[in-house]
């Protein structure tokens, strides 16, 4: 990051490490990494040419068939096959997830309305490598998502009509549409509540996650408790969720 002048921040369960273990939360599987818009834009061009023999960018411009709008940095020669995606013929490596963030509207009614339509687009996006529901088409998944015949027949009416990278300009669009107009807070907008003020990670500030130090937002309890509601540092078993792939390979 330091190379291409690209500023990062960990977001998420990440964050909670580094809130509370200096590192991954024992029970959690992935890493989640945010990046303002411009960053985000930037990481996708260099980052092909960055990664070298050992890893692999995932998104539209690189995978033909990835049902992801973000990006997933995949590491090659492993395997973390989720049973959701297990059908779809992409890179199945262990990843690393990263997700641009977008300046929001101050007004609620309109940030509701915004992650709406966000929501429809997404499901069109995926729904042309991944039908997930009973209606409409054959379900690819084990256990169908929950959702209405009409909205299942607008979304196959939509996937007929617009080509996947028509989708997926229609989703950044949306997305940023409030960027440059000097917006206070930004946000994951495929999340309801994952917002943070621009303010606080411009800059960032420094954070221990394992071995290295990595970037986190400033004032990082107050952007966990505006993304969860509550933190614990110990949670229940049931709680303690990650993805359980049905199939986990590391190189040999």
Not at 3 to 10: I, P, S
Not at 21 to 41: C, F, H, K, S, T
Not at 151 to 156: A, D, E, F, S
């Amino acid at each position: 990051s330091q190379k291409h002048q690209l500023n990062y921040f960990l977001i998420g369960g990440s964050a909670i490490g580094v809130y509370y273990w200096d590192g991954i939360i024992p029970w959690d599987d992935d890493v989640d990494i945010g990046m303002l818009r411009q960053d985000y834009e930037r990481f996708l061009q260099i980052a092909p040419q960055e990664l070298g023999k050992d890893f692999f960018l995932q998104w539209m411009e690189t995978e033909e068939h990835t049902p992801f709008w973000f990006a997933k940095v995949r590491e090659n020669n492993t395997l973390y096959v989720e049973g959701h995606f297990k059908r779809v013929d992409i890179h199945h490596g262990i990843f690393v997830d990263v997700f641009p963030f977008d300046d929001i509207p101050n007004h609620r009614l309109f940030e509701k309305l915004q992650y709406s339509v966000f929501g429809f687009l997404h499901a069109c996006f995926i729904g042309k490598e991944l039908w997930q529901w009973e209606h409409c088409g054959p379900c690819m998944v084990d256990h169908p998502l929950k959702r209405g015949y009409l909205p299942c027949l607008i979304t196959r009416i939509i996937d007929t009509l617009f080509s996947k990278k028509t989708l997926y300009r229609m989703i950044r669009s949306v997305q940023t549409i409030c960027n440059g107009r000097g917006k206070p807070r930004c946000k994951n907008i495929m999340t309801k509540s994952d917002i943070v003020p621009v303010k606080d990670i411009n800059p960032t500030q420094q954070g221990v996650f394992g071995p290295m130090q990595a970037a986190v937002p400033q004032h990082l309890k107050e952007y966990l408790l505006t993304h969860y509601g509550s933190i614990s540092k110990h949670l229940p078993k049931e709680q303690q969720i990650n993805h359980k792939p049905d199939r986990l390979e590391f190189e040999e």
